[in-house]
């Protein structure tokens, strides 16, 4: 794919929000206005992929799931980049569920819903489906609200992965083949210094891991 002229979405969390980058420009998809794009960023701090079972938290975050914003994105675009999952693990409180879910009552349900979304309102662009990152603590077996987790970081990463190939759509696994991974001291030290939100440094790789799989799209 040829990225000058592309217009690209970006849905996502806090770290596509930027969340823990000291220069905004650097952000990873804000990097891609050097190659020509058009870009928006639909990333909110702290949302989830599915919304909130139970366990309310906060009203702007529990209501503001991903496909909920559908609606209010542009127009137009070419490209629809999906970056997500980590706080569904991290905070969230949906049963993961099972491949046949359509509803958002459960994480599958919720992925289904989101791609056929974004399929339906985008018909002709080319949706891309980032995974998570590492993240500290991606095994543990309570989250912070002290709920009893139902699966670690890759168990949804997997089922991120599991759905989108479903609909045929492009994975960047960056939980997999990204180097960023804060359980590496010096890779936190570097990239990621809180844990979980990359900074400048850790933008820059995901912006050159999306630029590459993008370009052989």
């Known amino acids: 794919m040829e990225l000058k002229n592309k217009k690209i979405l970006f849905l996502g969390d806090s770290i596509t929000e930027g969340i823990g980058v000291f220069d905004p420009k650097n952000i990873y998809w804000k990097r891609l206005e050097q190659d020509g794009c058009e870009v928006y960023s639909y990333g909110v701090s702290g949302t989830r992929i599915a919304p909130q079972a139970t366990l309310k938290i906060d009203p702007r975050i529990d209501d503001d799931y991903f496909a909920t914003r559908i609606p209010a994105m542009e127009p137009g675009a070419d490209v629809i980049v999906v970056f997500g999952g980590t706080n569904d693990y991290g905070h969230g409180d949906t049963a993961l569920g099972f491949m046949e879910d359509r509803t958002t009552d459960t994480f599958y349900g919720s992925l289904h819903c989101l791609y056929l979304s974004l399929q339906e309102k985008y018909p002709n662009a080319k949706i891309v489906v980032?995974?998570?990152?590492?993240?500290?603590?991606?095994?543990?077996?309570?989250?912070?609200?002290?709920?009893?987790?139902?699966?670690?970081?890759?168990?949804y990463v997997n089922i991120i992965k599991e759905v989108a190939e479903s609909y045929q759509l492009p994975i960047l696994d960056l939980y997999h083949d990204c180097e960023i991974n804060p359980n590496i001291q010096s890779h936190k030290e570097r990239y990621v210094p809180d844990g979980?939100?990359?900074?400048?440094?850790?933008?820059?790789i995901i912006y050159n891991c999306l630029k590459n799989f993008l370009k052989q799209l």
């Open 196 to 204: 979980l939100h990359p900074n400048d440094n850790g933008h820059e």
């Open 130 to 155: 980032m995974t998570p990152l590492h993240r500290d603590n991606e095994n543990m077996v309570y989250n912070c609200f002290h709920v009893r987790m139902v699966g670690n970081l890759e168990t």
